[in-house]
């Protein structure tokens, strides 16, 4: 109860959560017309447009106006040049009844926010505040509670500092607490540094508790598919097209799978299967996020394959794949996950003949079925060389334990019997331990490999 009474606190209400209220928002994109900070796969226009998306995404944000401007750097101070930043805070001044401004840039500094909300007389967000915010609007289990009050950390570091340079002017540099000999700053990060502890310990035994649950499915050997893909791009739709459970409700919006959850489904074979849906990607994911999220990536790391689903008719398609493959690789997931991971290009209904340019890709519409078999086929076929299962052929006495044995260990796809001789052809597929094991307890029982 006590533990339980701890956890509660960890992921009870944020200091930094925005609350339920309505917010109306310019959202302003610094456009970067050259250097290293400029992505050469997108533009400023389709980055504006993935920011009013995350806005839209929450209940009572209105976007009031959609603002690019062009900066050289975007690490400065104000963002902009000085003739910009008074272009857009004449522009900002106008907006009638305007209460934030969400500043597309992945994380600007607390004394960045402080100056420019002073300039604007409005709230600033950040990439970092909005997603987390989004994040926080959609987490519903205590995982993703305690990822996010982990992402939390720095941000409440930042603000921190930000105080105590506050209180130093106010109080002209009386720093320390009535006879503790600790500043306010040492005792504060000494806080921090305990809640972090405590939400790691946390985590680490959640990761314990999923650990214990992916040996058990090891035992029972189901293959394990992680669906993966940019936020949005059709993986929940894809699983509840693969495996046909009702109780699965896609939403049109991103983040809105947070938590990993698995899905049972059948391969052509009848081979029985878990697919696992993933948090989405996003361009720009602050680093912080990642790192936070981790434990819940790292399920990906034990599945038997990986299927990269991609929404090909968005404009950006070509850089959510980089997005995508750029967060894999530092996972550090095995090499063999990597080269063997399928690739689906989905919502094909809304390009006419649609043909996939990259060689082995595969067109489908999650949400009308298009290629949803030529899809499992693949699928069996990478599952079948990345566990080592073989369909073979066995001949069987019906009178003797096999056949049941047989249904218990492995995956029966057709029995034919020979009723004149009491015997049977049984076709299965047989992981390598089951069949080791029924070589050894059936030593004289016929084996025909398909």
Same mark, same amino acid.
């Given at each position: 109860?006590?533990?339980? *009474?701890?956890?509660?606190?960890?992921?009870?209400?944020?200091?930094? *959560?925005?609350?339920? +209220?309505?917010?109306?928002?310019?959202?302003?994109?610094? *456009?970067? #017309?050259?250097?290293?900070?400029?992505?050469?796969? @997108?533009?400023?226009?389709?980055?504006?447009?993935?920011?009013?998306?995350?806005?839209?995404?929450?209940?009572?944000? @209105?976007?009031?106006?959609?603002?690019?401007?062009?900066?050289?750097?975007?690490?400065?101070?104000?963002?902009?040049?000085?003739?910009?930043?008074?272009?857009?805070?004449?522009?900002?001044?106008?907006?009638?009844?305007?209460?934030?401004?969400? &500043? %597309?840039?992945?994380?600007?500094?607390?004394?960045?926010?402080?100056? &420019?909300? +002073?300039?604007? +007389?409005?709230?600033?967000?950040?990439?970092?505040?909005?997603?987390?915010?989004?994040?926080?609007?959609?987490?519903?289990?205590?995982?993703?509670?305690?990822?996010?009050?982990?992402? $939390?950390?720095?941000?409440?570091?930042?603000?921190?500092?930000?105080?105590?340079?506050?209180?130093?002017?106010?109080?002209?540099?009386?720093?320390?607490?009535?006879?503790?000999? $600790?500043?306010?700053?040492?005792?504060?990060?000494?806080? &921090? #540094?305990?809640?972090?502890? #405590?939400?790691?310990?946390?985590?680490?035994?959640?990761?314990?508790?999923?650990?214990?649950?992916?040996?058990?499915?090891?035992?029972?050997?189901?293959?394990?598919?992680?669906?993966?893909?940019?936020?949005?791009?059709?993986?929940?739709? &894809?699983?509840?097209?693969?495996?046909?459970?009702?109780?699965?409700?896609?939403? =049109?919006?991103?983040?809105?799978?947070?938590?990993?959850?698995?899905?049972?489904?059948?391969?052509?074979?009848?081979?029985?299967?878990?697919?696992? =849906?993933?948090?989405?990607?996003?361009?720009?994911?602050?680093? %912080?996020?990642?790192?936070?999220?981790? *434990?819940?990536?790292?399920?990906?790391?034990?599945?038997?394959?990986?299927?990269?689903?991609? =929404?090909?008719?968005?404009?950006?398609? %070509?850089?959510?794949?980089?997005?995508?493959?750029?967060?894999?690789?530092?996972?550090?997931?095995?090499?063999?996950?990597?080269?063997?991971?399928?690739?689906?290009?989905?919502?094909?209904?809304?390009?006419?003949?649609?043909?996939?340019?990259?060689?082995?890709?595969?067109?489908?519409?999650?949400?009308?079925?298009?290629?949803?078999?030529?899809?499992?086929?693949?699928?069996?076929?990478?599952?079948?060389?990345? @566990?080592?299962?073989?369909?073979? @052929?066995?001949?069987? %006495?019906?009178?003797?334990?096999?056949?049941?044995?047989?249904?218990? $260990?492995?995956?029966?796809?057709?029995?034919?019997?020979?009723?004149?001789?009491?015997?049977?052809?049984?076709?299965?597929?047989?992981?390598?331990?089951?069949?080791?094991?029924?070589?050894?307890?059936?030593?004289?029982?016929?084996?025909?490999?398909?």
């Amino acid at each position: 109860e006590e533990a339980e *009474a701890e956890l509660e606190e960890l992921v009870g209400p944020s200091p930094l *959560a925005l609350g339920p +209220g309505a917010q109306r928002v310019a959202v302003v994109h610094p *456009a970067v #017309k050259w250097g290293p900070k400029k992505s050469p796969l @997108t533009t400023a226009e389709l980055q504006i447009a993935e920011a009013v998306a995350l806005v839209d995404t929450l209940q009572n944000w @209105t976007v009031l106006d959609k603002i690019i401007i062009p900066t050289k750097n975007p690490d400065k101070k104000f963002v902009f040049g000085k003739g910009n930043f008074q272009v857009l805070t004449e522009k900002i001044r106008k907006l009638p009844h305007l209460t934030a401004v969400f &500043l %597309n840039v992945e994380r600007i500094s607390s004394l960045t926010k402080k100056e &420019l909300e +002073g300039a604007w +007389g409005v709230k600033v967000f950040d990439r970092y505040t909005v997603v987390l915010h989004i994040f926080r609007c959609n987490a519903r289990t205590k995982e993703a509670k305690l990822q996010i009050a982990l992402a $939390e950390i720095p941000l409440l570091r930042s603000n921190l500092k930000n105080e105590v340079s506050q209180r130093d002017q106010q109080r002209g540099g009386s720093r320390y607490i009535m006879g503790s000999g $600790e500043t306010f700053m040492e005792t504060q990060n000494r806080i &921090l #540094k305990e809640r972090e502890l #405590k939400i790691r310990n946390a985590l680490e035994k959640l990761r314990r508790k999923r650990s214990l649950l992916r040996t058990q499915r090891r035992k029972c050997e189901f293959p394990m598919i992680s669906v993966m893909g940019y936020t949005n791009c059709g993986k929940t739709t &894809l699983i509840k097209a693969l495996t046909g459970e009702a109780g699965l409700q896609p939403r =049109d919006q991103l983040f809105a799978t947070l938590d990993i959850t698995a899905h049972a489904g059948y391969l052509p074979s009848r081979m029985a299967v878990i697919y696992v =849906d993933t948090i989405g990607f996003l361009t720009d994911l602050p680093h %912080n996020l990642v790192e936070s999220f981790s *434990a819940t990536l790292e399920e990906v790391a034990y599945s038997d394959l990986i299927v990269h689903v991609r =929404d090909i008719t968005h404009p950006e398609t %070509n850089l959510q794949k980089a997005t995508v493959l750029s967060v894999l690789k530092n996972l550090n997931l095995p090499s063999r996950l990597l080269d063997s991971m399928v690739e689906v290009h989905n919502k094909v209904d809304l390009i006419e003949r649609y043909k996939p340019t990259e060689e082995n890709a595969l067109a489908i519409s999650a949400l009308h079925g298009h290629g949803l078999e030529e899809l499992k086929q693949e699928i069996e076929k990478k599952i079948l060389t990345a @566990t080592g299962k073989q369909i073979l @052929t066995v001949n069987i %006495n019906l009178e003797g334990p096999q056949l049941s044995w047989l249904y218990k $260990e492995a995956t029966v796809q057709e029995v034919e019997v020979m009723p004149e001789d009491g015997t049977a052809r049984v076709k299965v597929i047989i992981g390598c331990s089951a069949f080791g094991r029924y070589k050894n307890l059936f030593p004289n029982s016929k084996i025909f490999m398909s």
